[in-house]
């Protein structure tokens, strides 16, 4: 175990929000630290295309994570693969304990972001890496040529349907309802690669045997069940908030459960501040990075009056 060390700083999770955060604490001259449970990018690295990040007319989601992470690098530590068990209050410092160790800091940004909500019916757990998924970048080309269905209808599920066209799947799209969320540019693009959509229909069930064979969907127009014979089912229908560590902290939090921050992201706790998807609301990377970047800022202006 790796003995406390202290710390202004520590960033938990990094993505486009906690990179940033990072990167403006070094900046502002506070000792920093960012812990990642898994790959520096989270969800965004899933993307497969970006086109409204300014600065890049068009870039793949891990193209750009990737870029934020050597960039970041060049300023913070992070530490990937190492995820944050448990933090808490420990007289003036934050005690943040790891799978590997514990740290001391003055300050911390929450940046966990969100995870894939999954639709919770028969056979989602079954087929998990067998013929169902929840990232069309990651795993759309074991399906080209093939029968698939995208669940959703929002940016993501319009998203990652266009990307598995364009790779050569067969692509439906089932929505639970007869108009689509996303934004209307991504419908127009639907609508122009002639992606099949199935309306008012609810998947009940994904079957199989070794793998994804088919779906039962329910027609809730003409109030009947039927079976489409697909080899992979990608779901889409949105994200939850990663909000173990808030909750744990007794971190304020709206009703679906997203960490309520005032304009300058501080959070219900003490120098503890909150960036990115997990504070929901308009969930870009854009945002994200400029959530983080005022969390960091605002670490910085709040230790300063410590002093
Ligand atoms: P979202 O906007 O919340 O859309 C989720 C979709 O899934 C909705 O169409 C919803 O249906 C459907 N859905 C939810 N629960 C369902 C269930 N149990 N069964 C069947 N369908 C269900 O999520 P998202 O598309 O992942 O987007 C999340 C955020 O990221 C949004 O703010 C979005 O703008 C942003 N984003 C942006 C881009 C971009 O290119 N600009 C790309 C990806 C994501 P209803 O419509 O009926 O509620």
Not at 30 to 41: A, H, N, Q, R
Not at 244 to 250: C, E, F, P, S, Y
Request: aromatic share 6%.
């Amino acid at each position: 175990m790796e003995k406390a060390k202290n710390y202004d700083l520590i960033v938990v999770g990094a993505g486009p929000a906690g990179m940033t955060a990072g990167m403006y604490g070094v900046r502002s001259g506070l000792e920093t630290l960012v812990f990642e449970k898994g790959i520096c990018g989270g969800l965004s690295n899933e993307a497969p295309e970006i086109e409204n990040y300014p600065g890049f007319k068009k870039v793949r989601g891990m193209e750009l994570a990737e870029k934020m992470k050597e960039q970041a690098s060049e300023y913070v530590e992070i530490r990937e693969l190492e995820k944050v068990e448990k933090m808490k209050w420990s007289v003036k410092n934050l005690e943040v304990s790891t799978e590997k160790g514990s740290y001391l800091t003055r300050a911390a940004v929450i940046s966990t972001g969100t995870r894939h909500r999954r639709l919770g019916v028969k056979g989602e757990d079954e087929f998990l890496g067998r013929g169902i998924s929840y990232c069309a970048t990651c795993d759309g080309f074991f399906f080209r040529d093939k029968p698939v269905l995208v669940v959703g209808g929002g940016d993501s599920a319009v998203r990652e349907a266009l990307y598995l066209k364009n790779i050569g799947c067969e692509v439906t799209l089932v929505h639970r309802r007869g108009k689509l969320r996303a934004e209307p540019y991504l419908q127009k693009n639907l609508e122009h690669a002639g992606v099949r959509i199935l309306w008012n229909s609810v998947v009940r069930e994904i079957r199989g045997d070794k793998k994804v064979r088919s779906v039962v969907r329910f027609d809730k127009d003409r109030e009947i069940e039927d079976e489409l014979l697909v080899e992979g089912v990608f779901i889409s229908i949105g994200e939850e908030p990663v909000n173990d560590l808030a909750a744990q902290m007794g971190i304020g939090m709206d009703r679906n459960g997203y960490i309520i921050t005032d304009k300058n992201q501080r959070t219900s706790l003490e120098r503890v501040y909150a960036a990115g998807d997990i504070t929901g609301g308009v969930r870009q990377i854009v945002v994200a990075c400029a959530e983080g970047a005022i969390a960091a800022t605002s670490a910085y202006n709040d230790l300063l009056e410590l002093v």
